[in-house]
C-alpha cells in the first residue's frame, strides 16, 4: 500500500483510495454492522486510516534499498545545547560524570577547530549530502570536509583505536538506515554547552525518510561511564531544494589568538563568546 | 593530577620548542637524515590520536641524568594497519625508539621503529618517510 505523504502530514491532506480501502478493511473485521450503528465513529476510523498512511514509502534505488540520497540540514541550535532535541531535554548523567564535567576545560573544542564527534556532526548546523551505492552509504558534511563512508555489509567495530567520528558500520532495518558507532574516544563534545561523554560512548543513529523532503533522525546514545542510562535524541533533517545548492567548503583555521575562525564563533564585544550557557538547565545534567 | 598538568607542561613546551605548527608538514622540512637515534626508555605519554601521534619518553643518560624525549609517528590508522593498538604501549612501558632526531636538535625526532621489551616491534615512521 502506498500513501501519500501529505495525507500523513494533517487535515489538509487528502487520503489516496487505497487508505480508504485499507481502513474499510480495518472496519469490516469489527462485528458486522456496527459502523452503521455507530456513526460518530467515522473520525476515528480516519483517524485509524491517518496511522495506516502514516508510514511513507521512501523511493528506492537501483538496489532496491530506501532512497536517502539528497542534501539534507538540521534546522535547530542542537550543535550549542543538545539538550533541545533530547528525549524531556534531559541527560541522565551519572553525579561522577557530572563532577568530572564541571572540572572539564570550558572550551568547546571546536572554537579551536576541534572535531564534532558522532552524533555532533549530524547536527552541526550545516548542510550534508548522502550518496548511496550497494553496500555503502557515504556522508559528505560541509563542515569541515568531514565525511563517512559506511559499510552496510556487517563485520565487528573496530579494537584499539579511537576516532573523532568513531567507527561506524551499517545495516537496513525496514526503511531505516541503522548505524552503529564506536571507537569515538572522549575528546569532543556533544554540543557548546560542555555535554560530553567518555571513550565509552556508543551511538546508533537512525535515520528514515518520512516524506520526499524529510528525514527523522533518531539516536541512542549510552555511555556507561557518564549516563545512567541510555538517552535518546530526535530530530528532523530538511532536505535542502534551493535550485543549483551544492555543498561549498567550509573551513576552520585558528587565528592570531588560538581561536577558531568560521561562523559559529565570533569574537563577542562582551562576554566568552566560546562559552555557551545551557538552554535546558537542570538538576540532572545542567552545569551552571 | 600534578604529575598530568607537568607532563602536558613539557609537552606543550617541547611543541613551542621544535615548530609552530605541529599539523601537516614534511619530514624533510623538519627532521634530519644524517642524525639516527636508537634511544631506550619509559613511556610518559602517548595518545594514539589524528593528525600524528606523539610518544614521549625518559630516558637515563650515561651522567644519570633523565631527559625526556618526544618521538611524532605516523597517523594513528596507519599504525592500526600495522598492527598498533591504544594500549600497546602505555605510561610505564619501557620502550626501545629508533628514528631521526628534529632539525632544531631539541630533543624530538621522528620514530622509524619501536621496539617492545619482549622483542617485538613496529614500524612507527610517517607516511613520507616510513623507516
Given amino acids: ?288 | 593530577m600534578k604529575w598530568k598538568l607537568s607532563v602536558l607542561a613539557i609537552a606543550a613546551g617541547l611543541l613551542l620548542a621544535a615548530v609552530p605548527v605541529r599539523a601537516h608538514h614534511s619530514f624533510a622540512a623538519e627532521y634530519d637524515k644524517s642524525k639516527p637515534l636508537k634511544l631506550t626508555g619509559t613511556v610518559t605519554k602517548f595518545d594514539l590520536t589524528n593528525p600524528h601521534s606523539w610518544i614521549y619518553i625518559d630516558v637515563t643518560g650515561a651522567d644519570g641524568k633523565v631527559v625526556n624525549w618526544g618521538f611524532e609517528t605516523a597517523s594513528p590508522s596507519n599504525l592500526y594497519r600495522r598492527g598498533f593498538r591504544k594500549d600497546t604501549v602505555k605510561v610505564g612501558t619501557v620502550v626501545t625508539i629508533e628514528g631521526f632526531q628534529a632539525k632544531d636538535d631539541t630533543h624530538t625526532g621522528n620514530a622509524q621503529r619501536l621496539t617492545l621489551a619482549d622483542g617485538t616491534h613496529y614500524v612507527m615512521g610517517t607516511e613520507e618517510n616510513p623507516g
Wanted: charge should be negative; hydrophobic fraction near 35%; include cysteine.
Fill in chain 1, 1 to 288: 500500500m502506498r500513501c501519500t505523504y501529505r495525507f500523513s502530514e494533517g487535515p489538509g491532506g487528502a487520503a489516496l483510495p487505497g487508505c480508504r480501502r485499507a481502513s474499510a478493511r480495518r472496519a469490516g473485521r469489527k462485528p458486522g454492522g456496527r459502523l452503521k450503528a455507530w456513526p460518530h465513529m467515522l473520525p476515528l476510523t480516519f483517524l485509524l486510516a491517518g496511522f495506516a498512511c502514516a508510514q511513507y514509502q521512501a523511493p528506492r534505488t537501483a538496489d532496491g534499498k530506501p532512497d536517502l540520497q539528497g542534501i539534507w540540514e538540521p534546522r535547530n541550535a542542537a550543535a550549542f545545547d543538545v539538550s533541545e532535541i533530547a528525549e524531556g531535554h534531559e541527560i541522565p548523567y551519572l553525579p561522577a560524570a557530572l563532577e568530572r564535567e564541571q572540572k572539564a576545560d570550558r572550551v568547546d573544542p571546536i572554537a579551536h577547530c576541534g572535531m564534532p564527534g558522532v552524533p555532533r556532526i549530524s547536527y552541526m548546523p550545516f548542510p550534508f549530502q548522502i550518496v548511496q551505492r550497494p553496500g555503502v552509504v557515504v556522508f559528505l558534511y560541509e563542515y569541515l570536509h568531514n565525511e563517512r563512508i559506511i559499510s552496510t555489509n556487517p563485520r565487528p567495530h573496530l579494537d584499539g583505536i579511537d576516532f573523532y567520528l568513531g567507527d561506524s558500520v551499517a545495516h537496513w532495518e525496514g526503511d531505516t538506515l541503522v548505524i552503529d558507532v564506536t571507537d569515538l574516544g572522549d575528546k569532543t563534545w556533544l554540543d557548546s554547552a560542555r555535554h560530553t561523554h567518555s571513550d565509552a560512548l556508543h551511538v546508533v543513529e537512525r535515520y528514515t525518510r518520512t516524506g520526499p523532503n524529510t528525514i527523522t533522525y533518531e539516536a541512542t546514545i549510552d555511555d556507561p561511564k557518564t549516563y545512567s542510562h541510555a538517552w535518546k535524541i530526535k530530530m528532523p533533517l530538511h532536505r535542502n531544494n534551493e535550485p543549483g545548492f551544492e555543498l561549498r567548503e567550509q573551513e576552520c583555521t585558528e587565528g592570531d589568538d588560538g581561536r577558531a575562525i568560521h561562523p559559529l564563533y565570533r569574537p563577542a564585544a562582551n562576554g566568552d563568546p566560546l562559552e555557551f550557557v545551557r538552554t535546558y538547565p537542570s538538576g540532572k545534567g545542567g552545569a551552571q
